[in-house]
């Protein structure tokens, strides 16, 4: 009995060292597309199901735990598949229902990231498109790791982050730097565009409020006059007057566009 016991985990674990490796090399596109379907056949995995790739980033190196938490929530579903292809993110290749929506992936996100409460603030989750065929499995995970990137650059404060709400960030994201740099020259020249933490809060303020001077100065607590000649210092010192809707989107692009060439400089090659 003993002995057929211990071959029935040694075939269990094969399935599943291969079914593992089969979806890593799924992941980094390293299959043609005949062997996707043949390989697949042979591991009884469906082909055409809805499926979508999430990304958990856990800022640190993988002691195994963060693998296992996962795994526990997902691992017991032989349709969904919990793996990793480097020391620092975790990837679920999750099947999905006919019904299942993007507000329920982000409702899968927010368990996902409940597992790490005691370490959110350096827990990110990220997700792609939702993918028809096992073949765009690998869309779906380079699109997932985008959404972290462009998450961390343009969202901060945010701990889940989907592919389909980068908006302009995901355009951005893809401009080489030299691009970058031109358009940054041609807007401001040479001038200095360092704004300080006050500034800051004031321009983010401004565009919340749809550039509308009264409510913005409410909300800051502060005079009417007073919101004028900090923006008007402003229009002195960047030559764009945020009161102009034109200038102001500018502005707003810029202030991306920089965000961006920071974060690729800040990044170790």
Known sequence: IASFQIQNLLVAYKERFDKDNFIKNLLLDNLLLVDIYNRAKKLHIDIEVRRVVFIV?????KDGNE??????LFGGKSKDFVTAVDEKNIIVVKELAENETYDDLRKTAEVILNLFRSEADGVHIAYGTVINELKEVSRSYKEARMALDVGKIFFEERNIIAYSQLGIGRLIYQLPIPLCKMFIKEIFGERNIDLDDETMVTIQKFFENSLNVSETSRQLYIHRNTLVYR?????????LDLRVFEDAITFKIALMVVKYMKYMESLDY
């Open 57 to 61: 980033e856990t800022n640190r190196e």
């Open 67 to 72: 693998l296992e938490k996962i795994r526990s």
């Open 231 to 239: 923006l008007d210092k402003l229009q002195k010192a960047t030559g």
